[in-house]
């Protein structure tokens, strides 16, 4: 289940407003999305949660960020350290976004802290408009897939880069947690 930090409100509400907010039909997300519009209502009625995967694709398809859906609130321009009490953290079953800073319009590159869980069956391929990079520092290893270019583990300090617009999926085949830091450039706000 994608959700933010406590007092966020009622996710599914939040999303039909910023849609109903641009003017986009349940049908044009669908389309832009590449979901079904029953998938979309179900999410929008709080009777299902997408993954966090999924969650990027249909905030794309609005031409919003996690930052902007969850409200990772604005810090000052000259302030140059982030609380860890003020970063919103983003969940679903298998993965945990915190979003490490704030959205802000003079930051040139976007970074998340990721927890991914142990799991057998390999996540939705992920597509992104940006470049991201990562550093693996707890758990693992991870299996890296870009589709088209072969596949690679992770272990703990390795790092890897992903060129925007080539499909991709990680798997944390390890025991535990893995954790890492991601970073997106240029940055999705």
């Not at 049908?27 to 999305?33: F, G, T």
């Not at 890897?160 to 999705?188: F, L, S, W």
Request: hydrophobic share 40%.
């Amino acid at each position: 289940m994608a959700t933010g930090k406590p007092g966020t409100g009622d996710f599914g509400a939040r999303l039909l407003r910023l849609r109903e907010k641009q003017g986009v039909s349940l049908r044009e997300l669908s389309r832009r999305a590449g979901l079904s519009p029953s998938a979309l209502s179900a999410v929008e009625k709080g009777r299902s949660s997408p993954t966090l995967a999924t969650l990027q694709r249909i905030l794309q398809a609005l031409d919003a960020s996690f930052a902007d859906f969850f409200g990772a609130a604005p810090a000052e321009e000259a302030d140059p350290v982030f609380r860890a009490g003020s970063m919103a953290a983003i969940r679903d079953r298998h993965r945990v976004y915190t979003l490490l800073f704030p959205k802000r319009e003079d930051f040139r590159f976007e970074m998340l802290q990721e927890t991914l869980a142990p799991t057998e069956t390999a996540p939705e391929w992920e597509k992104h408009t940006f470049d991201v990079g990562g550093v693996l520092l707890k758990g693992g290893p991870v299996r890296l897939e870009i589709e088209g270019r072969g596949e690679w583990r992770v272990r703990k300090g390795d790092a890897y880069y992903i060129r925007a617009g080539e499909k991709h999926r990680a798997c944390n085949e390890g025991a535990g947690d893995a954790v890492q830091i991601t970073i997106m450039c240029p940055p999705r706000y």
